[in-house]
């Protein structure tokens, strides 16, 4: 895998921060876009625009067949039994509260535990919140190791006869801790629970397989891997999917709709109420192409060693806090860190006078920002897309920040 031949295929380098290139480390928040997704929008719009699934026209078949195509391709990307159990919807915020809402509230009472970390991603924490208001459930957070990780038998601790739901980010998006989901959901499943998987940071950056890690459910955003932002999938075990609620009700998602009630058609479309995300669908088909011909083992493998190397040299540099595992340990592909002393916002802004682009902010973790106690962080990540000159830049812009806010830095 070539980064710098990679690096052609996404526009978006051209451009110039600042006066300077473009160093992009912020594709945990969102990742760019290469042209051959690009391309396959712009035909989709200009060839084959049309609503799915009712239209009899050969414009209607062709969006239809890419709509549908899409759903086999992401299927087979995550090797699900069958594309019918893939559900394109917003995003991973999306995804997580459909289960929340036509699954998890459905079902709970008070007595049921919901069990999870307290380094959740908001997007993975508030719905499970909600459902514990609605239904009286109770949720029981796991411990929380000083580098972020959770330990398996703190799981089997947790996990009783009364909990119905565990769930776990698959990759930390502030501390790039990749999570045993497998064994977790063997946990899980041995006292009669189910297993959601936020995938959110780990489907766009190493091979994923459902059935292997035997989530019932897991939830992944399309603009972190290279697709369209405002598509992602809620992937259900067919049983679980079939037994949920939707949660939009209108057009396209029912079978027979009579004055007083309606039935629903199967899975997956019953989920989909209303005219899907048709062209985001087809470009997360087309990113799901992309991302397969470089080869997943292979990103994972860069990623991760970029993370490493950027540790070691962010930890040679004095007066720096770098959080989560240490480099060297198998992570996802990002670091987090702070200059002592000084706000992230103010690193990040000095940063981007260099054409660095990182994130500074709570990472939609606030409960884990308590845990290591700070306020905020800055965080790096890295894709694809990304090369050790990259983390140079990096390096060298932090050296100006460090001169800029010396006397800050105890
Ligand atoms: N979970 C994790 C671990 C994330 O990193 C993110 C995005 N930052 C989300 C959930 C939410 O994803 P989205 O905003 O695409 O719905």
New binding site residues.
Partial sequence: MNPVEIRKDFPIFAEQINGHPLVYLDS??TSQKPRQVLEVLKQYYEHENSNVHRGVHTLGTRATESYEGAREKVARFINAPSANQVVFTR????SLNMIAYGYARQRFQPGDEIVLPPSE?H??LIPWQQVARATGATIKYLPLQSDGTIRLEDVEAAVTANTKLVTI?HVS?VLGAINPVKEIAEIAHRHGAIMVV?G??SVPHMPVDVQEMDCDFLAF?G??MCGPTGV?VLYGKKELLDEMEPTYFGGEMIDVVELYESTWKETPWKFEGGTPIIAGAVGLGAAVDYLTAIGLEEIAEHDAHLASLAIERLQSLNGIDVYGPEAGVHRGGLVTFNLRGVHPHDVATVLDTQGVAVRAGHH?AQPLMRILNVGSTARASFYLYNTEEDIDRLVEALQQAKEFFGHAIG
């Avoid at 995003?91 to 999306?94: D, I, K, P, S, V």
């Fill in positions: 945990a928040a995003g991973t915020t999306e991603h997007s993975n980010a998006n936020d959110a940071q955003s603009h972190k992602g939609c």
